[in-house]
């Protein structure tokens, strides 16, 4: 019987050996991948792992998605999509995690909805109860979960009709590498969406709401909210992004990865989340 992964219409020829997928899973797991050979900077990569462990730490623990928290941030999304419309076509989710996005997904026929993360060990475990609640529509919908690393992507040129990369491009080590690679795999005229939080350009006046008393009265208001800023301090201290972008240092990475008419929408003004949408020439 012919390899499974073969069939797949998405990989390049020449990537699809080094995947395997285990029986009757939608996963396609990596044979081996050097990031540090991938970046060519070995150091670099160092700290890469350092942050994904941590990441993966903090993904193992619930406390982390208490319902409050977990809402908030899919009212935000929700609220999103029902202005713009849902995700179409064939999707790739790059550092997509467990895919949750599926939630905002409508496939027509065949379509596929592809997760590519280099946590995918990680994300074979299901997702924590609160996510498994909220999410359980999109997590309902067929997915493909790919282990990689978005700085290599897998897939033959042009075939996917949009790229998502939420709250991930700043966990790559290498964006522009990441960026390049997205373009090379989406359609002429296919989309980039990218998610991301982002800091303060400088000079500019301290958000309203990230003084230290919005800070604490917000923690305040629920008794989870507390609990999990107490475990972020002591068991989840360390920074997990490799990377920290202003929002014009977003918008000048997305340009000069090739793609025009970047549109913003701000998603939260407090801590500085906004979508990016741009189109594939
Ligand atoms: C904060 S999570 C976001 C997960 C998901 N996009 C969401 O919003 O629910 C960041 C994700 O980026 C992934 N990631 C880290 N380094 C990456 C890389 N070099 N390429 C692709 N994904 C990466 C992590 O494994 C993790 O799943």
Redesign the pocket.
């Known amino acids: 019987m012919s390899d499974p992964v073969l069939q797949h219409p998405f990989f390049r020829p020449d990537a699809a050996p080094q995947f395997r997928q285990p029986p009757g899973t939608p996963y396609f797991l990596r044979a081996d991948s050097d990031?540090g050979r991938l970046v060519g900077d070995p150091g670099l990569a160092g700290d890469?792992a350092e942050k994904?462990a941590q990441?993966?730490r903090w993904?193992r623990d619930s406390a982390m998605f208490n319902e409050a928290e977990v809402m908030f941030i899919n009212r935000m999304y929700e609220g999103y999509f029902a202005k713009r419309g849902f995700l179409r076509g064939n999707v790739l989710?790059?550092?997509?995690?467990?895919g949750?996005?599926r939630q905002w997904w409508r496939p027509e026929g065949e379509q596929a909805f592809v997760v590519?993360?280099?946590?995918t060990e990680?994300?074979m475990a299901q997702p924590p109860p609160t996510l498994k609640k909220v999410y359980a529509d999109g997590l309902a919908r067929s997915v493909r979960f790919v282990e990689?690393?978005?700085?290599e992507l897998p897939y033959l040129n042009g075939c996917f009709d949009l790229v998502?990369?939420?709250?991930?491009l700043d966990?790559?080590?290498?964006p522009v590498r990441?960026l390049a690679e997205t373009r090379r795999v989406l359609r002429p005229g296919g989309t980039l969406m990218v998610?991301q939080g982002f800091d303060a350009e400088p000079g500019e006046p301290r958000r309203p709401g990230t003084d230290l008393g919005s800070r604490l009265a917000r923690v305040l208001s629920d008794p989870r909210r507390l609990y999990r800023a107490v475990k972020q301090r002591i068991l989840h201290r360390g920074e997990?992004h490799i990377h920290h972008f202003t929002r014009n240092q977003l918008v000048n990475l997305v340009a000069e990865a090739g793609f025009f008419n970047c549109r913003e929408t701000v998603l939260e003004r407090t801590h500085g989340v906004s979508v990016f949408e741009a189109g594939r020439p």
Do not use: K, N, Y
């Open positions: 990031l890469w994904q990441l993966m993904t989710d790059i550092g997509g995690g467990w949750l996005f590519h993360d280099p946590g990680r994300f990689g690393f978005g700085e998502l990369i939420a709250s991930a966990h790559c080590a290498d990441v998610i997990p």
